[in-house]
Nanobody
């Protein structure tokens, strides 16, 4: 089992920046890819970005060039640096983690990001 706790959300003005963090409860050789998703009220959950254990990254087109995903394996922590935020980025941001041997699929509770003037 792995518990994920997100932090760093809040209220920010359009054009501003936030840095989200996701702390995993343990490390281990079977910790795999980690990622961020987001869900706005009344909308489906949307994939934002993924980073593999070897730090290969992928981004949704909607955030490419503005968001940067990173991870510190020694600290069991995932990050999402978000720049040039717009009201369309308002959502609950959730951390996701995959494990292998055995296969596992874990989610955090999320941290709310609100972009508004």
């Amino acid at each position: 089992q792995v518990q994920l706790v997100e932090s760093g959300g809040g209220l920010v003005q359009p054009g501003g920046s936030l840095r989200l963090s996701c702390k995993a409860s343990r490390s281990g050789p079977n910790i795999g890819a980690m990622g961020w998703y987001r869900q706005a009220p009344g909308k489906q959950r949307e994939w934002v970005a993924t980073i593999t254990r070897d730090r290969i990254t992928q981004y949704a087109d909607s955030v490419k060039g503005r968001f940067t995903i990173s991870r510190d394996n020694a600290k069991n922590t995932l990050y999402l640096q978000m720049n040039s935020l717009s009201p369309e980025d308002t959502a609950n941001y959730l951390c996701h983690l995959l494990t292998f041997a055995p296969i596992g699929d874990y989610w955090g509770q999320g941290t709310q990001v609100t972009v508004s003037s």
